[in-house]
């Protein structure tokens, strides 16, 4: 069936550096995707998101990216600090329904 | 900030046992969704509830699962007759208008 998935299960980056997370989807029919962040014993907690007629997004030291060409979304971290370390979702959904559709999740530890 | 609450934060059962998940979504929201996350594993889709009836549900989302908006405020999950595999994080989340769903903090629920 169709799904939402993750590259790469962990990702370890030195605090300061750049990280990215990649994300691959296979519903055509999704128009929209958020990455949430969750850290440990908590929720996921809304990062950033961008629709499907838009191939990029910036907000506080995040950047998505969107290529609908090959059904990918990254998430780009400037300057990863230890607060960064938490497990990262990205989840796609349809304007239509609300409903979302998770990723099995990237663990990212920021080194010191 | 507002922000979704849900109660309790840790449930233990006895297999068979019902249980009942409850949450206070952000006051103005109108879509209503519970998500549940078994350890290590993806956030995963349940039920969505819009206008006072369910408007989607997953296949986990069987008999054995109701939901409920008893009043202004509380939305909840019922588990008729709690199974072991139910032992999961349960998640709650709500959304006004738009994709950006708020999630609350998590009910662990361990069926024993």
């Known amino acids: 069936g169709e799904s939402v998935g993750l590259h790469l299960p962990t990702l370890s980056v030195q605090e300061g550096d750049n990280s990215i997370i990649n994300c691959a989807y296979s519903?055509?029919?999704?128009?929209?995707f958020i990455w949430y962040k969750q850290e440990s014993g908590k929720g996921p907690q809304f990062i950033i998101d961008?629709?499907?007629?838009?191939d990029k997004r910036q907000g506080q030291r995040v950047t998505v990216l969107l290529n609908k060409t090959v059904k990918h979304l990254s998430l780009q971290i400037a300057a990863t600090q230890p607060g960064d370390s938490a497990v990262y979702f990205c989840?796609?959904?349809?304007?239509?329904?609300?409903?979302?559709?998770f990723g099995a999740g990237t663990t990212v530890t920021v080194r010191a | 900030e507002p922000e979704v609450t849900q109660t309790p934060s840790h449930q233990v059962t006895q297999m068979g046992q019902e249980v009942i998940l409850r949450c206070v979504p952000i006051?103005?929201?109108?879509?209503f969704y519970w998500y549940r996350q078994i350890l290590g594993q993806k956030v995963e889709f349940l039920v969505s509830?819009?206008?006072?009836?369910?408007?989607?549900k997953s296949e986990i989302f069987d008999d054995q699962f109701s939901v409920e908006r008893p009043d202004g405020s509380n939305f909840t999950l019922k588990i008729r007759s709690t199974k072991l595999e139910d032992s999961a994080m349960y998640f709650c989340?709500?959304?006004?208008?738009?994709?950006?769903?708020?999630f609350g903090p998590g009910t662990r629920l361990t069926v024993l």
């Open positions: 989340a709500s959304t006004r208008d738009s994709n950006e769903q708020f």
């Open positions: 989840a796609e959904g349809s304007t239509n329904d609300y409903k979302l559709s």
């Open positions: 519903n055509s029919a999704s128009d929209y």
């Open positions: 006051s103005n929201h109108l879509y």
């Open positions: 961008i629709r499907s007629n838009m």
């Open positions: 509830f819009y206008n006072n009836e369910i408007s989607e």
